[in-house]
């Protein structure tokens, strides 16, 4: 299958390098038609790999995930246009983190909206799927790394069918489609994109980023 | 040892009736003088339950437990006087849920500031801890009804020793003191209080509220 990354950091570049070790074919986006990182990480991926602009990426692939920095997704889908988006199913893996006040960041989406409600508004023929936006980019693909993969993703989103088809991605990642819950509609993103503060202080605390939530229930 | 409840909800009564099974004395307080509800409650828990107005309870209180609901808290904690509270341990229970444009409630404070902040900068004598704010009210008092108690508390506040007074509680409470993750300062109360809005959704998605996070680690 084809998938487009807009962005080419480490969640970009983690999620590419899993979607290619599966088969797929990726090309990453950027805002510039040419970007040191994205090239040393396509030749270093091989033939499956390329890079462009966000427009080319969004063109390019039949699913699109959102892996830039949750301050600029909002530019980053508007330059990969709404006509390459169209129809489309959007993985938004983007927390809306503010680091302008220092350390520890703020969100600059909060409480009464989230970025998934905002680009789903924006984008309304494309069928955002919030989710792995609450894990380190170590654990997004490869969820046996901690606890031997007893813990728990959250998905939410509009579209039935798109979550459906998120969770087969998953399921590729190596996720337990019954450990996925599904918080129901993108407004729900609110929920999961609060969990930033938390997850935040949990890494200092714990010392490490190789964590994650698991909802125990009662009898 | 002698505990103020401020607050007569569900809450206040299930930490207040747990404390008095564990040989505690309780004054329960709350806004007005006479309260039908706090005085039924009274009636049932026996002898070392009582009741009277915030200032009464704070009074009373060695530790003081903020069970009042988030949005009247800093009008309680008026009430029960700056010289009531000064010096003691204040356990806050409680998250600023605005319900006012419906459900799922928001949050009146948030991402910037915390309940728990508030309170602590305007009570600096007071030892604020913030923790069992995650929780419904039965798994605050008995975590085992939940995963056989395998999962988390957090716990935020600016005083240690206030915070090991409080861990003691908990344990009494049933708690293994090893579940309980020390976030750090009361600024990380933002953490916990900001996970009600996925906790408000998974209370939807999972049908029940007897649920808590438990956080899993890698290798």
């Known amino acids: 299958m084809k998938f487009a990354i807009l962005g080419t950091g480490i969640v970009g570049q983690t999620i590419g390098s899993k979607l290619i070790s599966l088969g797929h074919q990726v090309k990453m986006g950027g805002r510039e038609a040419v970007n040191t990182t994205a090239q040393e990480w396509v030749a270093g991926a091989g033939v499956l790999a390329s890079y462009g602009t966000f427009q080319d990426a969004a063109c390019f ?6 892996a ?13 246009s709404t006509q390459a988006l169209a129809g489309k ?4 893996i983007a927390n809306p983190l503010d680091f302008s006040q220092g350390m520890p960041p703020t969100l600059s989406v909060v409480n009464t909206d989230s970025l998934g409600e905002q680009i ?34 959250f998905i939410s989103g509009n579209d039935a069918a798109a979550k459906a088809q998120v969770l087969d991605v998953l399921a590729q990642f190596g996720w337990d489609k019954a450990r996925v819950i599904d918080l129901g509609d993108i407004g ?10 938390i997850w935040i202080r949990l ?3 714990l010392g490490t980023d190789l964590f994650n939530f698991r909802i125990v229930r009662g009898a």
């Open 188 to 197: 729900t993103a609110r929920g999961t994109e609060q969990l930033l503060p």
């Open 68 to 80: 830039t920095a949750g301050g600029v997704s909002l530019q980053a889908l508007q330059a990969a």
């Open 89 to 92: 199913v959007l993985i938004d």
């Open 203 to 205: 890494w200092g605390a």
């Open 61 to 66: 692939g039949e699913i699109v995930i959102n």
């Open 120 to 153: 789903q508004r924006a984008y309304p023929q494309t069928k955002v799927v919030k989710t792995l936006n609450t894990l380190s980019s170590k654990v997004m693909v490869n969820p046996g790394a901690v606890g031997g993969g007893e813990h728990n993703l």
